[in-house]
Every structure is written in structure tokens, then in C-alpha cells.
């Protein structure tokens, strides 16, 4: 088992959320959105279309064996979603995007990349923020976003986490420094709600599944 720490900042844009740190933190409207990320900062991509039409790697192909969630028909993402998204040294490949079927704050949708696997959050007011880490610690613990609101935006829940896991793994450990929260994972996918005013510090997972080698 493997556990991913990290730290978390703030940043207010209207696009894409481009933070200098270990972390994304949007705060887009009414709701707030973290997640443990790679730093987006001075990343840049060449080639803007390359996610969108280069193929999967060898060993892209076999992390994503490990989710039933990408062997259906990729959706891939909106245009305008891949382009806030795309200038990043990341190597996201949009068109093999799947979007997750959950009720949340924003639309998810889970993206293979160069040796990680992202979350894309689209947000009401627009903006686009990535989440993202490396496809070893995905495979051992899952990856989430978090979505956090305050009590006078009168939102349902305080906290909304929406993620992804390997097969195999049939709850997610949200471990946050006012406790620790099960959450069933189904289908690949995992969502919890409730009251709780801060994001996980890390995730806990019990697959047993290891990459050796994710290019």
C-alpha cells in the first residue's frame, strides 16, 4: 500500500488554474476544487492537438488495462474543455478521456497521460482545473478531486470527493487531519458527500496492483 501526501494552495482564476506547487486548488464560483497534483507552473506543450491525436503508449495501455472504467469507447473530452487543459507538459491524451458519471459540483472526466493519470474538472463558471499524479501511486491508492463549498453558499453538502481506483479495489481511505473516511468504490469510480470543511491529505487504497513501467 502507498499513500500520496500533498500540500495544498489557493488560486482564483477564470480559465485554468496554474499553481506553482504541489497542488491545484481552484476556487471557481461557488465551490472551491482540490487535489493532489504536479505542478502545472511554466509547463507548456509544443504541440496543442498532440493529446488529442497521438496514440497511447505501450505502457499507457497497460496501466489503463487495470480500469474497466477506459475499456469502453473513449468519450474524449470537449474541444473547448482539451484546450483550457492542453498546454501542458503532461502529454494528456483528451480524445481517450471518459467522463464519470457522478453528481457533483463539476464535470469529471478521468484522462490518461505521460506516465499519470488526471482528473479534468470543468467548473460552472467555466474554468478547467487539473489534478494529476503519477500512475504508479494511482494504481496502489486511487486519485480524487475535492470539492468544498462554505455554509453560506447553501450548498448541499460541504465536501464532495469524486475519484478513480484500479480493479480490485473495492473502498478508498480519505485521510484528512480530522479523521478518516471509507468510501466505496464501484465500477472504478468513487464518490463520498458530506459535512466535512477540509479536503483529504492523502488516500489509502487496497489494491494490490503495481506498474512497473508506465511511459
Known amino acids: 500500500m502507498r499513500s500520496k501526501h500533498a500540500g495544498w494552495r489557493l488560486g482564483v482564476s477564470l480559465l485554468l488554474i496554474l499553481v506553482a506547487s504541489l497542488s491545484v486548488l481552484a476556487y471557481i464560483g461557488p465551490l472551491s476544487a482540490e487535489g493532489p497534483t504536479h505542478s502545472l507552473s511554466n509547463a507548456q506543450n509544443d504541440n496543442p492537438d498532440e493529446g488529442t491525436t497521438k496514440r497511447l503508449s ?67 463558471a467555466g474554468a478547467a482545473s487539473l489534478t494529476c499524479d503519477k500512475a504508479n501511486n494511482v494504481l496502489a491508492d486511487g486519485l480524487s478531486v475535492t470539492f468544498l463549498s462554505t455554509p453560506e453558499q447553501n450548498y448541499p453538502w460541504r465536501r464532495v470527493i469524486v475519484g478513480v481506483a484500479p480493479n480490485g479495489t473495492d473502498q478508498i481511505v480519505a485521510v484528512a487531519t480530522s479523521g478518516r473516511t471509507r468510501i466505496e468504490v464501484a465500477d472504478n469510480i468513487f464518490v463520498r458527500r458530506d459535512d466535512v470543511p477540509e479536503a483529504p491529505v492523502r488516500l489509502e487504497g487496497n489494491s494490490n496492483v503495481r506498474n512497473d513501467s508506465a511511459p
Open 58 to 124: 505501450a505502457g499507457q495501455v497497460r496501466v489503463l488495462s487495470h480500469f474497466g472504467l477506459f475499456r469502453t469507447a473513449p468519450e474524449g473530452l470537449p474541444r473547448y474543455v482539451g484546450q483550457l487543459v492542453a498546454n501542458t507538459s503532461y502529454g494528456l491524451r483528451s480524445r481517450f478521456a471518459q467522463k464519470l458519471p457522478v453528481r457533483s459540483p463539476a464535470r469529471v472526466w478521468a484522462v490518461p497521460a505521460q506516465g499519470m493519470i488526471c482528473l479534468v474538472s470543468l467548473h460552472q
